[in-house]
């Protein structure tokens, strides 16, 4: 059974300050990691993804892998109370280069809701 | 807002009935996915749809099934509804081949079962 853990939380934390969301997978063959924004009653929204170790950074997010750890976090800088949702990180067995009909299944983990105090 | 759309926005079904639900996927996606996404876990795969035949599929009995039509709209139907079948369903599509392609979310459908 393939399984995306995170931590439920909630997490909160003060405006301005850095939040930290964590994610481990167990399945050695993801090769391509993904995290999400949901809002309460809405879909989810993709912030980043990332398939390389290291770290990939957008604006105030990073996104960090560490393959041989199975670990994949997303660090929010300044972050604001407009960024309090449930992030949710997912993993696909598919590499990045996708060819037409590759099979897209995301597994996803249960989120950590973010709570960002004014 | 993504260019994905759902319908119905919300659904109430009892236990035993059948219900089907769809999708329109944004312009120029070919490939549609269909997740569950349970109160408090997250989103569970159930199928993908690519030139209208499915071609994955998760954990889910065959009491789950669908259709996608040549343009690229989507259902998913539900036979035989249990109670544990409440949840958001969400559609996502995406275009196939490059370099990563980004999948979108619609905004689901609420079903309840009773």
């Known amino acids: 059974q393939k399984e995306v853990e995170q931590n439920s939380g909630p997490l909160s934390v003060p405006e301005g300050a850095i939040a930290s969301l964590n994610c481990t997978y167990s399945?050695?063959?993801?090769?391509?990691f993904f995290w999400y924004r949901q809002y309460s009653g809405k879909s989810p929204e993709l912030i980043m993804f990332i398939y390389s170790n290291g770290d990939k950074e957008d604006g105030r997010f990073t996104a960090q892998l560490n393959k041989a750890s199975q670990y994949v976090s997303l660090l929010i800088r300044d972050s604001q109370p407009s960024d309090s949702a449930t992030y949710l990180c997912a993993v696909n067995m598919e590499p990045p280069l996708n060819s037409g009909g590759s099979n897209y299944k995301l597994t996803f983990g249960k989120g950590t809701l973010l709570t960002v105090n004014p | 807002e993504t260019g994905v759309t759902q319908s119905p926005t919300h659904l109430i079904k009892t236990r035993g009935q059948q219900v089907t639900l769809r999708c329109s996927s944004q312009s120029g996606h070919n490939t549609v996915s269909w997740y569950q996404q349970a109160l408090g876990q997250g989103p569970q795969f159930i199928f993908q749809?690519?030139?209208?035949?499915?071609?994955g599929r998760g954990n889910f009995p065959p009491r789950f099934s669908g259709l996608q039509f040549p343009n690229y709209s989507s259902e998913l139907n539900v036979n035989a509804l249990e109670l544990d079948d409440s949840a958001l369903y969400l559609c996502?599509?995406?275009?196939?081949?490059?370099?990563?392609?980004?999948?979108?979310f619609g905004p689901g459908t609420r079903l309840t079962v009773l």
């Open positions: 749809y690519y030139r209208e035949e499915e071609n």
């Open positions: 399945d050695r063959g993801s090769q391509s």
């Open positions: 996502a599509s995406r275009s196939s081949g490059g370099l990563y392609n980004e999948q979108f």
